[in-house]
């Protein structure tokens, strides 16, 4: 039974393009929402949080929407860069700050 | 100077063997993690202890212990390893948790123990 969900598991954008990395929830008592970029051989790195009362928070290139009706959050990297290559996970905060994390989506940027 | 460390980085060892796994925060955090990350790639809370005291006991098997000496330590012990606990495991901390701290509910990472078990 898989709460959070990442139905794409890799996404190839073109640099300078916009890459969208999409997630779905099925808990509605999930009140914090965040996103992890792995590179390989190191552990989740933290990048942007969303809480539940707000639906967009934005941090230079990288911008988070949430859409608590669709239970569904986008992450948004423009413009896309080689570096950002890496696994990107969803996960969401649920009863003591119990992160449950989706599967990830592999995000590949060529130059 | 890591934030979150944990050793071994690599561990391969023979089934109904016993291993341990260390975890060490320096950024003060009050919380502390195991993750573990199998092979589907989903990564699984297991246990979490707030100033050594266990606060989240996830369906694990019993064959598994972490112990808190201190609020900076998370160690996690495995006996007699099965085949199927072969994984990555994931050592994390955060903030004090039920608060509206800011930060509060961000995790950082180790960067892994690979577990084999042969």
């Known amino acids: 039974d898989q709460q959070v969900k990442q139905n794409s598991p890799s996404l190839s954008v073109q640099e300078g393009r916009i890459s969208i990395l999409n997630c779905d929830y099925t808990n509605s008592m999930f009140d914090y929402f965040l996103w992890y970029k792995k590179y390989p051989a190191e552990g989740p790195t933290f990048l942007i949080s969303i809480s539940s009362i707000k639906d967009k928070n934005e941090d230079g290139r990288f911008t988070v929407f949430l859409n608590k009706s669709a239970k569904h959050l986008s992450l948004h990297i423009v413009p896309s860069q080689p570096g950002d290559s890496a696994v990107y996970f969803c996960?969401?905060?649920?009863?003591?700050?119990?992160?449950?994390f989706g599967a990830g989506t592999i995000l590949r940027v060529k130059s | 100077d890591t934030a979150v460390s944990q050793t071994p980085k690599y561990l391969v060892t023979q089934m109904g063997n016993d291993k341990s796994i260390k975890c060490e925060q320096n950024?003060?955090?009050?919380?502390m993690y195991w993750y573990k990350q199998d092979s589907k790639k989903f990564l699984k809370i297991m246990f979490s202890?707030?100033?050594?005291?266990?606060?989240i006991n996830e369906t694990v098997p019993n064959r598994f212990s972490p112990k808190s000496p201190d609020k900076a330590h998370l160690n996690l012990h495995i006996n007699s390893l099965e085949l199927g606990d072969s994984a990555v495991y994931f050592c994390a901390s955060s903030l004090t948790t039920g608060r509206a701290v800011a930060g509060a509910n961000v995790l950082t990472f180790g960067a892994g123990s690979r577990l084999t078990v042969l």
């Open positions: 950024l003060g955090h009050d919380t």
């Open positions: 202890y707030n100033n050594k005291e266990l606060i």
């Open positions: 996960a969401a905060k649920g009863y003591g700050n119990k992160l449950v």
